[in-house]
């Protein structure tokens, strides 16, 4: 199944002259793909200090490549899940391999993907350094024996080079991180290559479709640790690139949105290909019925960790709702606002594929540097613009809510609903692309006087309610409706 599946009205991806060539031409431009596999180098650790992430316990490199990206402080899900993820804490019982599954609600910004990634780093990179003992003990023992026979020191195996395709074996991971779209799976493995860069021999690959097979399956040679995406992992699976047996750290990252995209048969799937790991890790914005379903079926007694409640989420994003009288006044407003020169960088969100290209086109016609991203879009081109973004090449990113996920951009300032998210809970992911990494951000709804239904859904979701607000000169002509009371809850008139 892929993403674009699930977003209505397919069109033809827009043109966008800003884009320029340059970007096609710059090595950073390829970066997300460029740097899927990594195999880092022997770089030095960084010396150990008293740095807070020792404290949980996480090895000197990884410590040092925390320390490197700047991490002062754990976050509050890192603070909580990482010990908990460990091996042999003494919180947990006895499983046998003294691993606990884990079930996180942690909103999207919260530093949850170096929460789950840190400790399978962790364990993977112990594992690694015990075998690599092992071998050169073995080594050390049957080179004693040849010289007591006064024979010469057995050779070392001779180093293959795993690139070359007359090399190629299936991949053999010892964790796997599944996420519902390329862009998240793209983030977290450039995460995780940021990662393990003191970690000498761990590799990351990511797996994603819409980049050519024979590419995916050189990047997969001697992966440790791989980020996909559910359909392309089962394909690589099916034709045996990659064999899913020695997992042993299985990591869903937003479970919810996995249900969404209708992955909950690919994940019963790759819940059996894996079904001797020894630890599972679920992340989720919630823990609704569903998840606890899911949860149940692929986790043996998982221990929860709850971060935020929906009211407590986004506190540094100032969240404005205006009210308009029909689309054009709707746009009116967006274009008010994204005059506004506090912008930095802003994704305008459409509900429909067909609506994203429609504006894109619309904004650049009007002055703005803005492209459109979404699922009908080629993977290439997807990438070509976000890193236009990331590198503030483009200021206005129009995008649906599935090609959004995951996005990770500090810069930006700012996030629009032009379109109102089909589900409440997109509402959350969707502002949660502003207000990123400590800074403050501002995210503005429009809705038409039809849409109340589904402003009254937002408020009930979030447990917020908007204050609308209106701009002079811009006042819709009906008065704001009043909100609802929350169903099963209290009244809570305005
Ligand atoms: P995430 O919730 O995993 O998408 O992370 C959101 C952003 O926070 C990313 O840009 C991370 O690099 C950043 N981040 C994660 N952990 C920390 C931390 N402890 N201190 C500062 N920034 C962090």
Redesign the pocket.
């Known amino acids: 199944m892929t993403d674009s599946l699930h977003e209505q009205g397919a069109a033809a991806p827009v043109l966008d002259p800003s884009f320029s060539t340059e970007i096609v031409a710059d090595g950073r431009a390829d970066a997300p793909e460029a740097v899927l596999a990594h195999d880092v180098a022997a770089e030095p650790a960084a010396p150990e200090g008293p740095h807070p992430f020792a404290k949980l316990g996480l090895a000197p490199e990884l410590v040092a490549a925390?320390r490197d990206?700047?991490?002062?402080?754990?976050?509050a899900v890192?603070t909580k899940a990482i010990p908990m993820a460990m091996p042999g804490n003494e919180e947990q019982d006895a499983s046998a391999a003294g691993f606990v599954d884990l079930m996180v609600s942690?909103?999207?910004?919260?530093?949850?993907?170096?929460?789950f990634l840190l400790p399978v780093l962790h364990t993977l990179l112990l594992q690694q350094q015990r075998e690599e003992e092992e071998a050169k003990a073995e080594h050390a023992r049957l080179a004693a024996e040849a010289a007591a026979r006064g024979e010469a020191p057995p050779k070392k195996p001779r180093r293959v080079n795993p690139t070359q395709s007359r090399n190629f074996k299936a991949a053999v991971p010892g964790a796997l991180v599944l996420c519902p779209t390329r862009e998240l799976a793209q983030?977290v493995a450039h995460?995780a290559i940021e990662l393990v860069r003191h970690c000498r021999g761990l590799r990351i690959a990511n797996v994603v479709g819409g980049m050519p097979y024979q590419l995916q399956i050189a990047r997969l040679q001697n992966a440790n640790l791989v980020v996909a995406t559910p359909g392309r992992l089962l394909d690589l699976q099916r034709s045996m690139q990659i064999k899913l047996d020695q997992v042993r750290f299985l990591v869903v990252d937003e479970a919810d949105r996995m249900l969404d995209l209708g992955f909950a048969d690919d994940l019963a799937e790759i819940n059996q290909l894996t079904i001797q790991r020894q630890q599972t890790m679920m992340f989720s914005a919630t823990f609704a019925p569903r998840i606890q379903q899911l949860a149940a079926r692929v986790m043996r007694e998982p221990r929860k960790v709850q971060i935020d409640s929906p009211q407590q989420k986004h506190a540094n994003i100032r969240q404005v709702l205006h009210w308009a009288d029909h689309a054009s006044h709707k746009r009116a407003l967006l274009d008010h606002w994204l005059r506004d020169p506090a912008i930095q960088q802003a994704v305008v969100f459409a509900s429909t594929q067909i609506e994203c290209d429609g504006l894109a086109n619309d904004l650049q016609q009007a002055g703005f540097s803005a492209v459109a991203l979404h699922g009908a879009l080629s993977q290439g081109l997807r990438n070509r613009r976000l890193m236009a973004l990331r590198n503030g090449q483009v200021q206005i990113l129009v995008a649906t809510d599935v090609a959004a996920r995951g996005i990770?951009v500090?810069t930006i300032s700012h996030v629009f609903n032009f379109g109102l998210p089909m589900k409440a809970e997109d509402y959350t992911h969707r502002i949660g692309r502003t207000g990123?990494?400590?800074r403050d951000g501002i995210a503005v709804t429009f809705a038409e006087f039809r849409d109340q239904r589904r402003i009254f859904d937002i408020e009930a979701f979030t447990k917020q309610q908007f204050q609308p607000e209106v701009i002079e000169g811009m006042e819709p002509t009906r008065r704001a409706p009043t909100a609802q009371p929350p169903r099963g809850g209290a009244g809570r008139g305005r």
């Open positions: 925390v990206l700047g991490y002062i402080e754990p976050t890192q942690s909103q999207t910004g919260s530093g949850k993907t170096a929460a983030q995460d990770d500090p990123r990494a400590g």
